[in-house]
């Protein structure tokens, strides 16, 4: 089993991050406006909130869900999302996403080979749980689809970038 100390600090902030990139990459495919937006962001902590209490979560999600929890965790995803997403657009976000998660997904695997299958199938269940949340396309919350073809299409990219079939 893999936590922390099985990682460089970089390599660590790598996986701190990949928990929000796959949120970032879903919701800049398809903005959604600013209620559709905190409804994606609510969906990503929620995602987070309910591994913390699941018993099947593996060792470095609990690490990882741990991490966020501190403030040097916040701190250092933080600067981090700020200096991958500075001056991006969303197409660019997408794209930044989806490189960081191929990073995540080689580290994963040649690192803590034991955890990478249900860490990878983990975030690729936080992007459907964003991609899910918001109505996209509705008038007045009227009409609209549940995920659109954007988040669709994003969502197949993330698994091929982590190399998960869904």
């Known amino acids: 089993m893999s936590n922390k100390e099985n990682f460089t600090p970089e390599e660590w902030t790598k996986f701190l991050e990949s928990a929000v990139v796959v949120s970032v990459a879903v919701s800049a495919a398809a903005p959604s406006g600013l209620w559709g937006t905190l409804k994606e962001a609510a969906a ?22 741990a991490d966020f929890e501190t403030s040097e965790g916040r701190t250092d995803i933080q600067k981090a999302m700020r200096e991958r997403f500075a001056g991006a657009e969303p197409d660019d976000c997408v794209q930044r996403s989806l490189a960081s998660l191929r990073e995540v997904s080689a580290l994963v695997y040649a690192k803590a080979p034991g955890d990478a299958a249900a860490f990878k199938i983990w975030l690729r269940n936080i992007s459907q749980k964003v991609a899910e949340a918001a109505v996209e396309g509705s008038l007045l919350g009227f009409s609209g689809v549940r ?20």
């Not at 987070?48 to 609990?62: G, M, P, R, V």
């Not at 995920?147 to 869904?166: N, P, Y």
């Open 147 to 166: 995920v659109s073809d954007a988040e669709t299409a994003t969502i197949r990219e993330i698994d091929k970038a982590l190399g998960v079939t869904s």
């Open 44 to 65: 990503n902590s929620s995602a987070l909130a309910s591994a913390k209490s699941d018993t099947h979560s593996n060792e470095l999600i609990k690490a990882v869900i």
